[in-house]
C-alpha cells in the first residue's frame, strides 16, 4: 500500500493527512514520564500495563521529496502508540 493514499482508517483532506485511534490504551497507569525541552513539555511517555502512549508537541509535514519531516516543539501533538505483543 503507498503510505500517502487514504486507506480505511484515514483519508486526505488537501495537505492535511488524519488517522483515526480507535481503540484506546485503558487500565492501570504504571508511570508518567515527562520530557522537557528548553523549558517546554516536549514529550509526554504514559505506560500501561503491556502498553504505552507518547504524545509528542511536534507535527509531521510531507517534503517535496515524499519524506516526512518532524517539527518538534510545533502546536500540535503527535501520539505514537507502543502496543506489547501478546504471548500465544
Known sequence: MNPWEPDKKGEILDYCRTRELQD??????????????????????ISFSGDSILL?????????????????????????RNREKKKK
Open 24 to 45: 484506546h490504551p485503558s487500565g492501570l497507569i504504571t508511570s508518567i514520564d515527562v520530557m522537557m525541552e528548553a523549558g517546554d513539555i516536549a514529550e509526554v511517555l
Open 56 to 80: 509528542v508537541a511536534g507535527e509531521v509535514e510531507e517534503g517535496f521529496d515524499g519524506q516526512l519531516i518532524v517539527y518538534r516543539l510545533d502546536g500540535s501533538i503527535l501520539l505514537l
